[in-house]
């Protein structure tokens, strides 16, 4: 009688545990990149338009010396931007400035 005490003991421990796993689990698959986004100390999102064909050559002509108002980047050694920095909100450019 104990032996059958203990194995429901047992089973309502394992499956009280397993409980929140299952009711906390999403269908959804993981979205890294937006974690990445709001995670602290991230690099800035890129607040301009920019195409797939865009290399650090390209983001190097504004943000090596700040041209136009660019934040100069304190790494114009590493030409992978996009490895680092995505796409954010686009923000419209003053006319008379260069767009990228």
Do not use: W
Not at 2 to 28: G, K
Not at 30 to 40: I, L, M, S, T
Not at 47 to 52: A, G
């Amino acid at each position: 009688m104990r032996m059958i005490l203990r194995c429901c003991t047992m089973t309502s421990l394992v499956l009280a545990l397993a409980l929140p796993v299952f009711v906390y689990a999403d269908d959804e698959p993981e979205n890294y990149e937006k974690d990445a986004q709001q995670a602290e100390n991230t690099p800035p999102r890129i607040p301009h338009r920019i195409t797939d064909t865009s290399d650090g050559t390209y983001c190097l002509g504004c943000h090596r010396t700040g041209l136009n108002g660019a934040p100069e980047t304190p790494h114009p050694e590493r030409l992978s931007c996009t490895g680092c920095h995505v796409q954010g909100e686009i923000k419209e450019m003053k006319k008379g400035k260069n767009k990228k």
